[in-house]
């Protein structure tokens, strides 16, 4: 453990845990207006809504284990995979680090005491619970769950008889939620840092959750009027995307990934920003290109918002805007590899601490490099034709989503876990349980990978016997990576309740949320701090003691 | 500081280009027909920001950003749209 | 009577980080309505005569009309904003009553012009509208779809203001606390411009 530095105060004082506001049990929670307890309402469902993702996952793999019906029909499996895209992005991925990390932490590293609102952060969750209830809703009701894919594509969305009315319902509530938090941390970043806190003091998770609340005010509205127009098609047959009416489908495309595309940055920053706070932590060394970082991220914000169509590479889009596309979809790469040059640049010649967190951000950024990688490949337009809708495009975006958000996610959790619980899980473990996930994980998406060059299409309940050893390789993958989970998971829970009593700064950081007590006092500072130097200035923190 | 005298002034302009854009469509100005409607509208919609809604009088840099940035991301959402849209036929 | 400054800093209050969030909640909703705007130009631009054939269907000194009533409602509600801050209380309270009033008398209207249309058999999926071209039923689709969220947007402010009126008569909202009224007034103003974009695109197509 390295050396820490002395709290704030003498008496320490209670930890926002034991001050519950106005209400006492549970409704200290659910009506809560501090944003420590909001993070962590939002984990707990995240974590709940991950864990039905991975298991409709693990169903959906156990069918492809051979050819031909296994445990299920094949409506069954449209559903599945239908269901485990809508989970996992609408209720873990979008909203995972924002509402939770961003939630907690941002007004911390900022020197505030909340966020700007924090009647509307309560709102948000209630939201977000209310359009998940909406999509269960969905699964157990009516003629049964979606089974259109988590892109509810027209004109089959429009006539399938589930039930996609409350879930697109769903969708936009939850919309509703994103962008609310969205516009409640811009305003906490612009109104709310504390003196000396200028925007070149900013540590980089904050940039990060900065740029993706513009993309959530932005770009979630656009979606929002999608699900609408979706919902007002099938109970009035208005005509905007059916054919039949001279509605064009390819419109709908657009629509759907004009928020969609941005969506995934949506989903990387913030996991991105998290990288940046960790590596220089545990290389002991200040950020490499502090502000090409910031403002990279900004970038990716921005040119991630012109890359929607190269989901429509085969669609029927014109030649004209494929090459746009295509042209766009490696502009964006820039960014992004600005980034992976930063953080390696930052360990080079660093004095690197072996820790879960410094680890989890190696993962990420392997897995990340893979996932961009393919990313380009698909950005051509030749080898899309033969990629699209092949086993490629999931195996790509596991990569860079799994692997690299779900990484980070996780990176998240073993370096803030002492200082939202005050206690360390088992490091012997954690470390384990890494080594387990990296394997599986790529036994299972490599293999994804190669079926997807070899032809394997998507979203297929049935294949050819040629496809079967790297589908019994990736389900075999499969298992190892849930156990790696579970072993994480459990460690994590273990240290909740039986972990060592953890000290306010185990890592060294330099940040503001190292300078307060673990678990936080619930006004977070005693006084606000005045801000005298950068987020990783490691030489000053040995100063100050 | 907001004054009577200025919101009625807009209000006229309002009014004068409500009655612009009626007239402008009674003529058969062809292609043209839809830019000026949209600059009209564009124009009003500057009075009612500016002055109803007092953009003009904040100070800080983010409200000057806010309505030229959201206009740059609508207008790149539909230019590529139509990038699609116009050229299905091929680049002629 | 001179004008009280908002609060620009305070433990408990920040006014412009107010006025800051409901700008941003604004953007969302120009974005909201731009997605529909989107489509709007890519049906227009495919199918322009049937466009042009469908609006002369629509009455266009209604559509005039109710362009003026909005914005003689944005009048009234900035006028209300600014005499609250000058401490002029019933006037304050008279103008967001005419601003409200306003709003209503447009829906009236909106609400009869739709009832007309839906007589002659013009709705969506109607086996009238169905024998018609394409292009005008994309036009009548996106019609209603358009002017029936906006007429939404406006029944929402009609009951924020009178939410905002409460407040004014309780005394909650006077010459030092007025933000909530102004950030009302920003989703009023907002209501208003959308519907000048509506107005030429839907009734003044030649």
């Known amino acids: 453990m390295i050396a820490t530095r002395p709290t704030e105060s003498v008496h320490p004082k209670p930890s926002f845990y034991h001050e519950p506001g106005r209400y006492r049990g549970i409704l200290s929670w659910i009506l809560t207006l501090d944003h420590k307890r909001i993070g962590l309402l939002y984990f707990i469902f995240v974590i709940a809504f991950f864990f039905s993702g991975v298991v409709l996952g693990f169903f959906m793999r156990l069918e492809m284990i051979a050819p031909g019906g296994a445990i299920m029909k094949p409506q069954t499996y449209n559903s599945l995979f239908t269901l485990h895209g809508i989970i996992m992005i609408f209720l873990v991925v979008i909203p995972a680090i924002p509402t939770v990390f961003g939630n907690f932490f941002l007004p911390i590293q900022i020197g505030a005491r909340d966020v700007a609102f924090p009647r509307i952060n309560l709102l948000s969750w209630w939201l977000y619970i209310s359009g998940a209830a909406i999509v269960a809703l969905s699964v157990f009701t009516g003629q049964g769950p979606p089974d259109t894919g988590w892109t509810f594509y027209a004109p089959y969305s429009l006539r399938t008889t589930v039930n996609i009315p409350l879930a697109v319902f769903g969708v936009f509530i939850l919309g509703m939620s994103s962008i609310l938090t969205g516009l409640n941390l811009v305003t906490t970043t612009h109104r709310l840092r504390a003196p000396g806190m200028t925007w070149r003091r900013l540590p980089l998770f904050v940039w990060a959750i900065y740029a993706t609340s513009w993309v959530q005010i932005l770009a979630t509205p656009v979606i929002g009027i999608t699900m609408v127009l979706i919902f007002l098609e099938r109970f009035f047959g208005v005509g905007v995307f059916d054919p039949a009416k001279g509605g064009d489908p390819i419109l709908y495309q657009h629509m759907f990934w004009i928020y969609s595309h941005p969506a995934t940055y949506i989903m990387i920053l913030p996991a991105m920003g998290i990288v940046s706070d960790v590596v220089p932590v545990f290389a002991r060394k200040k950020i490499f290109g502090y502000m090409a970082i910031a403002l990279s991220g900004m970038a990716i914000a921005a040119v991630g918002s012109l890359v929607w169509g190269h989901h429509m590479f085969v669609s029927g889009q014109s030649d004209f805007a494929n090459l746009l596309f295509s042209l766009l979809t490696f502009l964006v790469a820039v960014p992004s590899a600005i980034k992976v040059f930063n953080w390696v640049a930052t360990l080079h010649k660093g004095s690197i601490v072996i820790e879960p967190p410094l680890l989890f951000c190696l993962a990420f950024i392997f897995l990340f490099s893979i996932g961009g990688l393919t990313g380009l490949i698909q950005g051509a337009l030749a080898p899309n034709v033969h990629l699209h809708d092949t086993y490629w495009i999931p195996a790509h975006f596991h990569y860079i989503i799994f692997g690299g958000m779900g990484f980070g996610l996780f990176a998240a959790f073993h370096y803030w876990f002492p200082k939202m619980f005050g206690r360390m899980y088992h490091r012997k473990t954690a470390i384990v349980a890494w080594v387990i996930m990296l394997i599986g994980f790529n036994l299972f998406y490599f293999s994804m990978l190669l079926l997807g060059w070899e032809g394997m299409p998507r979203r297929y309940y049935d294949y050819l016997p040629q496809f079967r050893p790297l589908h019994l390789t990736a389900t075999f993958g499969s298992w190892i990576l849930i156990a790696g989970l579970i072993i994480m998971f459990a460690n994590l829970f273990r240290g909740l309740f039986k972990g060592e009593r953890a000290a306010d700064n185990p890592w060294g950081g330099a940040t503001l949320e190292w300078q307060i007590s673990s678990p936080p006092p619930a006004e977070n500072f005693e006084t606000i701090p005045v801000v005298r130097h950068g987020p990783y200035d490691f030489e000053e923190l040995k100063r100050d003691g | 500081m907001a004054k009577y005298r200025t919101y009625i002034l807009v209000w006229v302009g309002l009014v004068i280009l409500t009655g612009t854009t009626l007239s402008v469509a009674g003529m058969n100005l062809g292609g043209w027909t839809v830019f000026i409607a949209l600059a009209v509208a564009g124009t009003k919609s500057g009075l009612v920001l500016n002055y109803f809604m007092h953009l003009r009088s904040e100070r800080l840099l983010i409200f000057r950003v806010i309505i030229p940035l959201v206009m740059a991301v609508f207008l790149v959402f539909i230019l590529l749209t139509f990038a699609d849209l116009a050229f299905r036929g091929g680049v002629r | ?206």
């Open chain 3, 1 to 206: 009577m001179g004008e009280a400054k908002e609060l620009v800093s305070d433990e408990a209050r920040d006014d412009t980080g107010a006025r800051l969030g409901m700008w941003l909640f604004i953007l969302s909703e120009l974005l909201l309505f731009g997605g529909m705007f989107i489509l709007y130009s890519a049906y227009r631009y495919k199918n322009a005569v049937d466009f042009h054939h469908a609006s002369m269907e629509l009455e266009v000194l209604l559509g005039t009309f109710n362009t003026l009533i909005l914005v003689t409602s944005s009048l009234s509600m900035a006028a209300s904003i600014a005499a609250v801050r000058r401490g002029q209380r019933r006037l304050s309270m008279v103008l967001l009553m005419a601003t409200i009033a306003l709003g209503l008398f447009f829906l009236a209207n909106k609400g009869f012009e739709w009832g007309a249309k839906i007589e002659h058999g013009i709705y969506p999926n109607s086996p009238t509208l169905l024998t018609r071209a394409k292009g005008e039923v994309l036009f009548f689709g996106l019609y209603y779809v358009m002017t029936g969220l906006h007429g939404l947007h406006v029944l929402v402010g009609i009951c924020i203001l009178g939410g905002m009126l409460t407040l004014m008569i309780k005394d909650k909202i006077n010459r030092t606390r007025f933000v909530p009224l102004e950030n009302s007034g920003l989703y009023w103003h907002l209501v208003d411009i959308i519907w000048i974009f509506l107005y030429p695109l839907f009734y003044l197509i030649t």
